[in-house]
């Protein structure tokens, strides 16, 4: 099985969330550990990139979704990996 890079990893780890495959619990007491171990890699794979998923997925996902209940976090997610990816989509076309 080929290595993930940085992005594919983080992408999957989200989609997971998304899709019940990972639980509430899970996402909050991992998020910030794998994105910190996969910060250096994404950021040498695309570094304008690696700050856009920090600040849609870290910061405004992540750090945004304390308090909230596990539908609404979901929601919130879900939307922040859609700006993510429009941001992605605009910075490549």
Request: glycine fraction near 6%.
């Amino acid at each position: 099985m080929p290595k993930k890079n940085g992005f594919q990893f983080m992408i999957a780890f989200v989609q997971d969330y998304l899709d019940g495959k990972t639980d509430r619990l899970s996402w909050d007491l991992d998020f910030s550990h794998y994105f910190m171990q996969q910060y250096p890699k994404m950021e040498r794979e695309n570094s304008e990139m690696a700050e856009c998923f920090n600040f849609y997925l870290a910061e405004q996902g992540f750090d945004e979704g304390v308090g909230l209940n596990d539908d609404e976090h979901k929601k919130l997610i879900r939307e922040q990996l859609m700006l993510f990816y429009d941001a992605y989509r605009d910075g490549t076309s």
